[in-house]
């Protein structure tokens, strides 16, 4: 059995973030017109053997800080346990 950590990482509020204002053009087009805007970021899934404990959701939280996240840009906005696959 595996556990699966979910990392979310964003850009910091007052960043731009070209990719989002790209996709937020062409939404539109393709007839969807109830978001006001978007935000791109990234996502990490960090695996681990057996089930996700607090060790590993406290190396995850520190990966992200130091490694995964660059804190002059982006924040991160969620480390957590994956729910299991049914």
Partial sequence: MMGRIIVEVMPKP????????????????????????????????????????????AQARHAAEELLANPNIESVVRVEAAEENK
Wanted: a negative charge; proline letters at 5%; glycine letters at 12%.
């Fill in 14 to 57: 007052e960043i731009l973030d070209p990719q989002g204002k790209a996709v937020m053009g062409v939404l539109p087009r393709v007839g969807v017109t109830a978001f006001t805007s978007v935000r791109q970021g990234k996502c990490f899934y960090l695996d681990v053997e057996g089930t996700v404990t607090e060790e590993h959701l």
